[in-house]
């Protein structure tokens, strides 16, 4: 069976992780590589408050990895992730093989996206041309099938 590449996204106990950051952080590594898979790399992405509690834990460490493994065994690492008193929440994503090199190359860096947020809306290059609620018109004049061009 060919193996894939998953994103798994970790949310793990804080009070843990805060006094023995390399024992919890190896435990996801190691539960991959127990199972056949293949870590193509694992970081810290950030500390955060939690919006709502999990377990009675109002904070929580987010721990992201990438790695290679089959699709039949996943099932065996969401079970470990279950029973694991570390682990608060977890989740798998199968990552296109088109952009796996790019996304493992930004984690490795230690950036996930960059992103930059306009501060007004006057900044960006759509509000400028048009406005809302024209922009709104054309969009559903599109989907209708009525416009001569896509919207920008």
Known sequence: MPANVYEGLFILDSNRYGRDPDAVSNQIRAMIEKVGGEMLVTRLWEERRLAYPIQGHRKGVYWLTYFQLSSVRLIEIQRKCEISEDILRSLFLSVDPRIVETLVA????????????PEKEEETPAARRIPPTEALAAAEAWDAGKGDAAPE
């Open 106 to 117: 930004h984690a490795k860096a230690g950036t996930i996206a960059s992103y930059s947020v």
